[in-house]
């Protein structure tokens, strides 16, 4: 008999300063989300490509079944993930939950940013994730706050990534 839960539930955030690209500083990486590119006038700082949601979903696929977090498992004092597609984050804690015997029910991602608007690329973002977590595009939810009125609506820029994945057994 299986005793393994039927369901596992995993939650992980990410977040990262964003600077405004100048002539200067151009040809710097634009910023991702979700492995589409929402703006070519901002940038993220990061070791890797700064993708704040295929972060913040990887720690929350490894957090559902137990493992550590992205800073355990992909260290951004390792130069082997300098500059890295976050995509492959994803898809190794992915195949660890796999290799656990679970696969993805559903995700949701709620964003918050100042700047810059993020809403317009959200169809694409929730394709990009359907195809890589396995389900359908209506398993996907993505939102995005400017935080009126709050820290992230004013001063420094940054983005702050929430993700919650649920899992079910094979
Ligand atoms: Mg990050």
């Given at each position: 008999?299986?005793d393994?839960?039927?369901?596992l539930?995993g939650c992980?955030s990410?977040s990262?300063?964003?600077k ?5 500083r151009?040809?710097?990486?634009p910023l991702?989300l ?9 940038t993220?700082v ?8 295929y ?11 137990g493992?550590r977090?992205?800073g355990y498992h992909?260290?951004d004092t390792?130069?082997r993930?300098a500059?890295a597609n976050?995509?492959?984050f994803?898809r190794?804690?992915l ?24 809403s317009e690329h959200?169809?694409e973002?929730k394709k990009?994730?359907?195809?890589l977590l ?10 995005a706050?400017r ?13 702050y990534?929430i993700?919650q ?5 094979r």
């Amino acid at each position: 008999m299986d005793d393994r839960p039927v369901y596992l539930v995993g939650c992980g955030s990410d977040s990262h300063i964003i600077k405004r690209a100048t002539a200067a500083r151009a040809g710097e990486k634009p910023l991702l989300l979700a492995g589409t590119i929402v703006s070519t006038e901002h940038t993220a700082v990061s070791h890797s490509d700064g993708d704040a949601v295929y972060h913040a979903l990887t720690n929350a696929l490894l957090l559902a079944i137990g493992e550590r977090d992205i800073g355990y498992h992909f260290p951004d004092t390792d130069a082997r993930y300098a500059g890295a597609n976050s995509e492959s984050f994803v898809r190794e804690a992915l195949s660890l939950a796999e290799g656990a015997g679970y696969r993805v029910s559903n995700a949701t991602v709620m964003l918050n940013a100042s700047e810059p608007k993020i809403s317009e690329h959200i169809p694409e973002m929730k394709k990009n994730l359907a195809h890589l977590l396995g389900v359908g595009q209506e398993r996907i939810g993505i939102g995005a706050s400017r935080g009126e009125g709050t820290w992230t609506g004013t001063g420094a820029l940054g983005i702050y990534a929430i993700a919650q994945v649920s899992l079910v057994r094979r």
